[in-house]
């Protein structure tokens, strides 16, 4: 068996969901962390890990195969990630969309400078659901592609509620519109706009004497964050929110309704959907697999970034071609 | 653009689903059908297409690019694809699941000898649905597959009613036992006899005067094929099985429940399905698919056997990466 040496770069939700998942992988070691903070005030869950300070990368990237970067899309992989892949193989979870062409563009001559193999944009979306929607296209050419997100926890949606005056916290769930869902499913191809697809639910504890009518509508009328949606605003206490709303669950569905035949006569509904109680540990997760992919593409020799949509699915795999045709195909 | 030449080996259902897909795929060009019947008495649905005798195959390879086997596993692909492979890229949709590792590897040594490559059990399972079970059994190591199938149209088991004395026509659906799915959607993790999983329904067409009792106690009583199921025998006029069940519908689902954390106290759940209204269209587009992904790894100078475990999905499409990552990722 190769063993995949980790080293973790951001010690938060995702670090430690990557963290979580080492464990169920008999064929990855979790080698060493890196963090921003002073290292002696990290503690890894696992024992006998080292936490080494992030400007001492350079040093310690021998002995690690594959560093797994688990920062934000918005400050930090920008930067990080052709940093780190000058370095050393690196895989991310990138997930600004729109600026992914640029980021692969810059991972890519920093690998290819480094000698290195870089995977971005992996996890759910982009990541998996990525891969549902190609897959789905390629088969089925002539037909629509839908996605829902949630129910689940959006941390940016979350965010800007906290930012509003009068607010000291709150938590956002991104819903999809049952009836949206299932018109997809019945193949009705239906034009959807983002208010019929997805509702927002807000549960925010407001601050003491705060005015909680101008904190509602300065919610539910954001631009961007809310105003196109259907949003409800619950009030509700600390002791609630740390109760009922402390998980990280997400999740959603691709479709893609497609016809085939002599007049597109025959209607056929691809769907993949996930349910995550824990959206950074299911995330972590994806990002093990490509590491592990990562791995066997840099002995293979390659260099440069690459994406989900470039690798075998058999290399996210432990197991052998031979296993994976007798017991999964 | 690169044109992909399709030779189609076999013109039944599945080879009038690749002769439509070539349809919707700009840079699939159908260009012979290939046939054991006198090739004078085969029509194809596509205009100006050349019909040539099997016999002829050898002398005709140098004008395709890739030769998409749409024979039965039972009888025809475990000769034919091997002896095409020798001489052609090839795709095939074997589905016996027990006997794929001895088809690759003879499929395997013919294809090198030759200096083709040859993709072998594509289609929706074995295909989509192995996808389906790789990319999550890779994600959520410590978990529990599940497939279902249906509901849908079993031929296997429809010829097998059949063949029982007095019996005319009939047709069976696989349907999927909705308290199972739900159970497993929920991430209970049951463990499911055959029985507990699907169940069958078979619409039969008696003889004039057939003894109902006893071709409905041959169709229950049948070892391997019924006799694991609760099975319902409905009995319809040859009008009624033409006007009502005259399509060949299928599809099913795949979930994985895994679970992450330091205790594994959190639950995941990913399903892919598919509601098709044809199988054999979807599967003839899932083939021709795999043909383009087959021809461009030929051009690479690549040769030999593989199955989707060992494609980049982006193979699988006419657009660029970059466009794809600019796209779907």
Request: glycine content about 8%; hydrophobic content about 40%; aromatic content about 6%.
């Amino acid at each position: 068996m190769t063993r995949t040496r980790i080293g973790i770069v951001g010690y938060g939700n995702l670090g430690r969901g990557v963290e979580l998942a080492c464990r169920q992988n008999a064929d990855m070691e979790l080698a060493a962390l890196f963090t921003r903070r002073d290292p002696q005030n990290v503690q890894p869950a696992t024992a006998d890990v080292p936490v080494f300070a992030m400007e001492d990368l350079a040093a310690h990237v021998g002995d690690i195969d594959v560093l797994v970067l688990c920062g934000g899309s918005a400050r930090d992989l920008p930067e990080q990630t052709p940093a780190c892949a000058a370095l050393c193989n690196v895989v991310d979870s990138f997930d600004t969309h729109a600026n992914i062409p640029d980021h692969f563009a810059r991972v890519d001559a920093a690998a290819k400078e480094g000698g290195t193999v870089a995977l971005v944009s992996a996890g759910w979306d982009p990541g998996m659901f990525s891969l549902a929607r190609l897959y789905a296209t390629c088969i089925l050419p002539e037909g629509n592609d839908y996605t829902f997100w949630g129910r689940g926890v959006s941390q940016g949606h979350s965010d800007a509620i906290r930012r509003i005056d009068g607010v000291a916290d709150a938590r956002q769930y991104t819903v999809p519109v049952p009836s949206a869902l299932e018109a997809v499913r019945a193949g009705e191809n239906p034009q959807l706009t983002t208010r019929q697809k997805h509702t927002r639910e807000c549960f925010v504890v407001a601050e003491d004497g705060a005015d909680k009518a101008a904190i509602e509508r300065a919610i539910v009328e954001m631009p961007n964050y809310f105003a196109d949606y259907d949003t409800t605003v619950t009030f509700v206490s600390q002791e609630e929110l740390d109760r009922d709303h402390a998980g990280i669950p997400h999740g959603g569905s691709v479709i893609r309704s497609g016809a085939t035949g002599a007049q597109g006569e025959n209607r056929h509904v691809v769907e993949f959907s996930l349910k995550l109680d824990s959206n950074p540990e299911f995330t972590g997760s994806v990002l093990v697999a490509c590491a592990r992919a990562v791995h066997r593409m840099s002995r293979e020799g390659q260099t440069g970034c690459r994406t989900l949509f470039d690798v075998p699915p058999a290399y996210l795999s432990a197991a052998s071609a031979e296993d994976l045709r007798a017991h999964l195909l």
